[in-house]
């Protein structure tokens, strides 16, 4: 049976909106010359934003496989896949903000960073714990979920504060 892991929604929500509050005055204070471009390059820039926060992991009985959009692959997102049964470590490597980072490490020593912003993560940890036999109690989050749900709220005060400015 194949499992759909998508990116976590409040890490979607955080990156567009922090886009938008950094982004939106921009069409408002553009000379008129650039009115246009800057519409156009706002637009575009959300559509980008959008498209690269849609990546997900596919499981089922055999493999594990990390899934991108086009534009991802562009800008140098790949696309992976690997056979359960082809994994021999997951190696823990920490981070300089205090977390850990997790790769799936196969018999030919190729690294496959463990996607650790996905939604439904208990059951994500389940099915690979299950397929590798391999203990992972410690993996978690990269990140406490408050961070993203506090950029998100701090980006929305942004965009109100901006919309009263430019309406009064």
Do not use: A, G, N, Q
């Given at each position: 049976m194949i499992e759909k892991f998508k990116t976590l929604f409040f890490v979607k929500s955080s990156l567009i909106s922090l886009y938008l509050a950094l982004?939106?005055?921009?069409p408002f204070i553009s000379s008129e010359k650039l009115k246009i471009f800057s519409i156009i390059s706002f637009i575009f820039g959300l559509l980008l934003i959008i498209n690269i926060t849609n990546d997900y992991v596919d499981t089922c009985d055999e493999?594990?496989?990390y899934k991108t959009s086009f534009l991802s692959k562009v800008f140098g997102k790949k696309n992976w896949e690997i056979f359960w049964k082809d994994i021999k470590l997951i190696k823990?490597?920490?981070t300089s903000q205090g977390s850990n980072v997790y790769y799936f490490i196969n018999n030919k020593n190729e690294?496959?960073?463990v996607p650790q912003r996905v939604e439904n993560f208990e059951k994500f940890i389940s099915?690979?714990?299950e397929k590798t036999r391999l203990n992972i109690d410690k993996?978690?989050?990269i990140s406490p979920l408050w961070t993203y749900k506090l950029l998100?709220?701090?980006s929305i005060l942004m965009i109100i504060g901006e919309i009263i400015a430019f309406t009064t």
């Open positions: 982004t939106f005055p921009i493999k594990i496989s823990s490597l920490p690294s496959f960073l099915i690979i714990e993996m978690t989050y998100t709220f701090l």
